[in-house]
């Protein structure tokens, strides 16, 4: 004996979406084999469309003339299907097999009655043919007559579910199929445990179970348990080959090593890099600074300076024309900036033990810092309050902490120090000219020049501010103290002016990052390498000028002030 069985489920807006996926298998389904092509007979095959937007789309269509409450039925899930001999009478317990005719006689009639019952209100329907015994899952808006959305007036209490029933059985006995007992006190009010439905035969009112249900339920489960135990296979199999893939890329990675320092003897460092480490600036396809003009075409240079001219043909000949060593000093000099290796690229025409034990016994030029000037103080001081618009307190701060003094030509000498605060460079910026630059020998990838503001020095930093020269970190700094006061947490301000000398690791490790760059390329590039650091806009060209107009402004709403103090 055979039976139709009709199951449905009420669904409110938050369980719409969870049903879909379901259905849809958007979901992992244990029990479902991959290899069995479901078919949607009602409703676009769009994969991007959901259920939700089908089902508030048809509410919307219809002509409400109330609102909708929150917890109203949206949608009704119908659950249709037969017993497993139906599908198979000769074979019942051979999960997955059906007989073609039966599935086309039960799939027309079905589709029918749907199209019979419901109608438009029919948003989508599915044949499931991946799992033991087909089935189909409806979903049908519960819109009545006047456009209102009442699922009551359809499935209210147990005459309307005897009513849905009976119509769908007044359609399959057409075909052979039966209908449970009317009245049988079975409890299985929703599709929760369809999967037992289905595979049982039973219909909402029928108890007994019969030997060839449980078998086909068994053989479902032992399915199951079988692709499970595939899964299981795969995944050591897949973690073996991902570990044997690893053990391969790091011996890629050993021999690409060896293969580049093999390789690398073959070329000279590259003499860009050189001028960069030497305080030069590129301006105009020009290197400059130090009363240098440095051309640089491949593997040569010259110096283009007025009384200064000068052909070179490699990394040395630069060290010692610009630092104005001998040969041993500028060895050393690049092994001290670009490693042993570097440096014996560059000597790469002379021995390679002689360079070797040039870089380890020849003390390298060390960064002298810029006799300090007491008598030009007060030039740099003026040019610092009155140019540069920075509060006197700060400018005294800075003083007297050493981080800014005057040299014998009134330059502003920028104290430059790595992150342990040692001294190795300095930034001169003048006075009474353009002139800015790096002092001889400063470390530009290993010190910069910054500030710190709130807490303690021993505080842990948790904010850095990244701008383009040490005018800039001061100017930013003085904003932000001016709008929010002292900053509650420990803030470094630093000058950075090449991504080359950006600190990345330890700022990885500072909970926020400010780029205040005014070139956007540079802020872009310091974002790719610090993607958790946020952007700082300037108002004006830099963040000096901005500092300028402010206290422009604060000045003039002092005079005001005043001024209504003595009117009164």
Not at 9 to 33: F, V, Y
Not at 247 to 265: A, F, M, P, V
Request: charge should be negative.
């Amino acid at each position: 004996m055979s039976y139709a069985i009709a199951r449905l489920k009420k669904l409110k807006r938050g369980n719409i979406s969870g049903s879909a996926s379901h259905t849809a298998r958007e979901r992992e389904t244990p029990n479902a084999d991959p290899t069995q092509k479901n078919i949607r007979f009602i409703g676009s095959f769009d994969p991007e469309e959901r259920l939700e937007d089908l089902v508030l789309a048809k509410i919307g269509d219809s002509e409400q003339k109330r609102k909708i409450r929150t917890d109203a039925v949206y949608c009704v899930e119908l659950l249709l299907s037969a017993s497993p001999s139906y599908f198979r009478p000769d074979c019942p317990t051979q999960a997955g097999y059906y007989e073609p005719q039966k599935l086309d006689d039960w799939l027309e009639a079905t589709h029918q009655w749907l199209a019979d019952e419901y109608g438009n209100r029919i948003v989508r329907a599915e044949l499931h043919l991946d799992e033991a015994t087909p089935h189909i899952h409806a979903y049908f808006v519960p819109i009545d007559n006047e456009g209102q959305l009442r699922c009551n007036h359809f499935f209210d209490g147990r005459q309307k579910i005897y009513a849905f029933q009976d119509s769908y059985y007044d359609t399959m006995r057409l075909i052979g199929l039966e209908r449970g007992i009317k009245g049988s006190r079975a409890k299985h009010q929703d599709i929760k445990d369809f999967y037992r439905i289905v595979e049982e035969g039973r219909d909402l009112e029928v108890d007994e179970l019969s030997v060839e249900h449980l078998k086909a339920k068994a053989a479902d489960r032992d399915r199951a348990n079988q692709r499970k135990q595939e899964m299981e296979a795969t995944a050591k199999a897949l973690s073996l080959e991902n570990e044997q893939l690893r053990r391969r890329i790091e011996q890629l990675e050993q021999d690409n090593q060896s293969i580049k320092k093999l390789t690398e003897w073959s070329t000279d460092l590259a003499l860009n890099d050189i001028a960069w480490e030497l305080g030069l600036n590129y301006d105009h396809d020009r290197w400059r600074g130090h009363g240098h003009i440095i051309n640089i075409d491949g593997c040569k240079f010259s110096d283009l300076a007025p009384g200064s001219y000068f052909e070179g043909n490699d990394a040395i000949d630069l060290v010692k024309h610009v630092n104005q060593c001998n040969q041993t000093t500028a060895i050393a000099w690049l092994g001290e900036r670009f490693g042993e290796v570097g440096a014996q690229r560059a000597a790469q025409a002379h021995a390679q033990k002689v360079a070797a034990d040039i870089i380890q016994t020849q003390p390298a030029p060390q960064f002298t810092p810029p006799v300090e000037d007491k008598a030009n103080w007060s030039v740099v001081e003026h040019y610092l309050k009155e140019k540069r618009g920075i509060p006197s307190d700060c400018v005294q701060m800075l003083h007297s902490q050493g981080l800014v003094y005057a040299d014998s030509k009134a330059n502003v000498v920028f104290v430059m120090r790595d992150l342990e605060g040692n001294t190795k460079g300095a930034f001169l910026q003048g006075t009474t000219n353009k002139f800015s630059g790096y002092e001889l020998n400063t470390v530009r990838r290993d010190s910069w020049f910054y500030l710190t503001l709130g807490k303690k020095p021993s505080d842990q930093t948790s904010t850095a501010v990244l701008s383009d020269s040490p005018i800039d970190a001061i100017s930013v700094a003085m904003l932000e103290y001016h709008v929010k006061g002292i900053p509650e947490n420990r803030t470094v301000y630093m000058a950075v002016d090449d991504t080359s000398s950006l600190p990345v690791e330890r700022l990885r490790n500072v909970t926020h990052v400010q780029v205040a760059f005014s070139q956007p390329t540079v802020a872009q590039a310091v974002r790719q390498l610090l993607p958790h650091s946020t952007q700082l806009k300037c108002e004006t060209g830099d963040w000096n000028t901005q500092l300028i107009n402010f206290s422009h402004q604060l000045q003039q709403r002092y005079s005001q002030q005043n001024h209504e103090e003595l009117e009164l």
